[in-house]
């Protein structure tokens, strides 16, 4: 085996310049998916947690250049989603399909203030299942109050350590705000999730090697990595995007420098190809999260295109995502999942 891949798997750490050297050589590619994804049985194990995620409102105050839903985006069809028909979304999530983790995520919408969010967070924690909130950027104070009312993860990506790329493609935000937003999370107590993208204009290598030192940094316990995926109502529409290779092998590295963590397979990547998701699970990924939104809002819910083209219900969702599990001889999760790395800080 590769002499820095054998390093990887067995002490889990690697230099930035020996995490550039491994990411530039597509020679090792097969053999990085393949050392990452024995690091995830030895760690985690073959089961597959599933999260049911719903988007509960595409209207965001934020003007990120890759994303659909930015706010100067006015071909889209904005919706938010009232607080009984989330809580029936989580109940069916939940009471039919069997899932243990409900993640709601959305747009910055302001609409949907620290008291609404924390009476929807009650009301689905009664149904005995962890719950994920992806809402952006917030206060110490409202992660404080998210997390009293019980909801357990959030997820929040840095998008990118490169600072400069981040001021250029996230108009009017900080990177240093978002990294301090991580930082409360975790004084909040939060099981904390980021990621990046893969494959934004300008990003470098050497930028994806300090993006998962900066994730092993904040003590991250979930990580989720996305091809960037051109939007035709961006100003990006133009970009090249990023390659469901490059993104694997972002996400490969990582399994192997943060065995513990859960690592979802993405959408993103599935979007990219056929078959995407089924690779990530064979170079790292642990977890999956099937779409609960009902298929009317879903199409609107579009961060990148092709994301919501797919039309599948919620229980159609599910059930190619089983059978995706199965066909590779790995189980669906019956508890609820938390990240190994959250429980063995503990
Ligand atoms: N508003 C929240 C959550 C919704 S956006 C937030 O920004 O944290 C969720 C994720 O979608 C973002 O973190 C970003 O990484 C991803 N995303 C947005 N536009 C994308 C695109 N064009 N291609 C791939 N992923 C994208
Ligand atoms: Fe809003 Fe999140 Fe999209 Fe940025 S990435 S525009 S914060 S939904």
Redesign the pocket.
């Known amino acids: 085996m590769n002499r820095l891949l054998q390093k990887a798997a067995a002490e889990h750490t690697l230099s930035r310049a020996e995490l550039t050297e491994l990411l530039a050589d597509d020679s090792c590619t097969e053999e990085l998916c393949a050392a990452a994804d024995a690091v995830r049985r030895k760690y985690v194990g073959d089961t597959v947690h599933l999260r049911a995620l719903i988007?509960f409102s595409n209207i965001?105050r934020?003007n990120?250049c890759?994303?659909?839903?930015r706010r100067d985006n006015k071909n889209i069809e904005r919706y938010r989603i009232d607080e009984d028909t989330i809580f029936k979304l989580a109940e069916h999530a939940a009471k039919v399909m069997g899932l243990k983790t409900v993640v709601l995520?959305?747009?910055?919408d302001m609409f949907f203030t620290t008291e609404i969010l924390c009476s929807v967070i009650r009301r689905i924690k009664t149904l005995d299942v962890a719950l994920t909130l992806?809402?952006?950027?917030k206060s110490l104070e409202e992660y404080q109050a998210y997390r009293q009312a019980g909801a357990d993860r959030f997820?929040?990506?840095i998008?990118t350590t490169d600072k400069e790329l981040y001021l250029r493609h996230d108009p009017g935000m900080s990177w240093e705000r978002r990294a301090q937003c991580l930082h409360d999370l975790k004084t909040a107590g939060f099981e904390l999730g980021s990621?990046?993208?893969v494959g934004l204009p300008g990003q470098k290598i050497e930028s994806y090697a300090d993006d998962i030192l900066f994730f092993k940094e904040i003590g991250a316990d979930m990580i989720?990595i996305?091809?960037?995926?051109?939007?035709p109502d961006?100003p990006?529409r133009n970009a090249a995007?990023?390659t469901l290779d490059m993104a694997l092998k972002v996400m490969a590295l990582t399994r192997l420098l943060l065995p513990d963590i859960n690592i979802p397979a993405?959408t993103?990547m599935e979007?990219l190809a056929p078959n995407g998701q089924r690779k990530a699970l064979q170079s790292g990924a642990n977890v999956i999260m099937p779409n609960v939104t009902l298929t009317a809002y879903r199409r609107h819910y579009e961060?990148?295109?092709g994301?919501s083209s797919t039309g599948y219900t919620p229980d159609e969702s599910l059930q190619k995502v089983k059978g995706l599990i199965a066909s590779i001889g790995r189980s669906v999760g019956r508890d609820k999942g938390a990240s190994a790395h959250f429980k063995n800080e503990k």
Request: net charge negative; proline share 7%.
């Open positions: 988007e965001c934020n990120c890759y994303c659909g839903l995520q959305s747009g910055e992806s809402i952006g950027e997820l929040l990506r998008e990621g990046c993208l989720g996305g091809p960037f995926i051109p939007h961006t990006l995007g990023g993405t993103a979007t961060l990148y295109p994301k």
